[in-house]
C-alpha cells in the first residue's frame, strides 16, 4: 500500500480496505475517514457482488483514487459466511483486502442504538425469519449485540485493525483512525502491532490479545509534583523505568515479545494488540508503552499507540 498511484495502475493492483464490525460501532465514521483520504468507498452492497465492483474499479483510471473502500452489509441472511467467501474470492484474484473492525463494549451499543431508535440489523432478520429470541418474545436488543459479536468473530479474527470505539468521540475515533490505517499501511504485509495503555479501574480493552500489568512498578501518582504529569513526561518515564525492578522489566518484555511475534507471523497472524495496564492509565501504563513503542520502532516493527485513559487517570 505504499505503492505511488503510478505503480499501482501499472501493476493493476490497488489498496483495497474492507470496514465491518458490530453494527452502531462506527462503521460509518470509519468509511468517511476514508473519503477524506480519497478513497472511492461503496457502503450497502451485498458481499457477493464486491468481487465483481473490484473488478470493474482495476479497470478504471485510478490516478484520482488512493484506493477502494467497501463497507460490510449487515442485512443479510448469509452474513458473515457470504463475506468470508467473498474475501477468498478477492484473493484469487490477486487483491489482499485490509481488514478494520470496528466494535464497542454492550453497554455503550445499547445506548448508542436506544438514542437512535433504529431496529438492530440482527434482530430485523430473525424477526423477518420469524425466529424468537427467547420464550418470552422477539430478540432484545442485547441479545442481538451478543448473537452479532458470535457471529462475527471469524471476520475480527481476520482482522488487520481492531478499534473499541467505546470511549471515543467522532472527532478522538477519526484521528485514531487515521493514526493506525498510517501505521498499517507503512508496513504492508507485516504483523500489525498496537500497544495500547489503559487503566484498570476503568476496564481492559477488549481488543487486547496480551495484558500486562505494570502496578508491581513504584507510582509517580504518591509523589505529589509528578502526580499531574504523565507516562510521556522524562521525570515519570524515568522514575518508573531508571531503576529496578521497571530496568530490568522492559528488557525482558521485549526479549519476550522478540520470541513471540516471529511465532504469530508464522501462524498467519495479521495483527497483535497488547494491553498495557496500571491502575488509572496515566502514569506506569504510558511509561512503560511510549518506552516499548520507541524501541519496536527503532527495530522497524510496524507498530501503532493509544493511550486510551491517560485524560482520566
Known amino acids: 500500500m505504499g505503492a505511488s498511484f503510478e505503480d499501482v495502475n501499472a501493476e493493476g493492483s490497488f ?35 464486491v468481487p465483481k465492483l473490484t473488478a470493474l474499479f482495476s479497470g478504471q483510471n485510478q490516478l484520482q483514487f488512493r484506493g477502494l473502500v467497501v463497507g460490510m452489509y449487515f442485512r443479510d441472511r448469509t452474513f458473515p459466511q457470504s463475506w468470508l467467501e467473498a474475501l477468498e474470492e478477492l484473493k484469487l484474484q490477486g487483491l489482499k483486502p485490509q481488514i478494520i473492525f470496528m466494535e464497542a463494549r454492550n453497554e455503550v451499543l445499547v445506548r448508542r442504538y436506544s438514542s437512535t431508535r433504529r ?10 425469519d420469524g425466529k424468537e429470541g427467547d420464550e418470552c418474545g422477539p430478540l432484545s436488543l442485547d441479545g442481538a449485540i451478543n448473537l452479532e459479536r458470535e457471529r462475527l468473530y471469524p471476520i475480527k ?51 487486547a490479545d496480551l495484558i500486562f500489568d505494570m502496578r508491581f512498578l513504584p507510582n509517580p501518582y504518591f509523589v505529589q509534583s509528578m502526580r499531574p504529569l504523565t507516562g510521556k513526561d522524562e521525570a515519570v518515564a524515568e522514575y518508573v523505568l531508571g531503576v529496578e525492578p521497571g530496568k ?21 497472524r495479521y495483527r497483535v494488540t497488547l494491553g498495557i495496564g496500571c491502575t488509572g492509565g496515566r502514569h506506569r501504563s504510558v511509561a512503560v508503552s511510549e518506552a516499548l513503542y520507541k524501541s519496536l520502532k527503532e527495530s522497524n516493527y510496524v507498530v501503532s499507540i493509544e493511550h486510551r485513559h491517560v485524560e482520566l487517570g
Open 15 to 49: 489498496p483495497l480496505v474492507i470496514v465491518g464490525g458490530l453494527s452502531g460501532a462506527g462503521k460509518s465514521t470509519a468509511i468517511d475517514v476514508f473519503e477524506d483520504l480519497r478513497f472511492f468507498v461503496v457502503d450497502g452492497l451485498p458481499a457477493s457482488i
Open 119 to 128: 431496529p438492530h440489523p440482527v434482530a430485523q432478520l430473525m424477526a423477518m
Open 157 to 207: 479474527k481476520m482482522a488487520d485493525i481492531v478499534i473499541d470505539t467505546s470511549d471515543y468521540s467522532v472527532h478522538d475515533l477519526r484521528k485514531m483512525i487515521q493514526r493506525k490505517w498510517t501505521a498499517l499501511e507503512e508496513g504492508e504485509g507485516r504483523l500489525n502491532i498496537q500497544i495500547i495503555s489503559f487503566g484498570f479501574k476503568y476496564g481492559p480493552p477488549a481488543e
Open 248 to 268: 530490568t522489566f522492559l528488557v525482558k518484555l521485549r526479549e519476550f515479545l522478540e520470541y513471540l511475534f516471529p511465532l504469530y507471523e508464522a501462524e498467519g
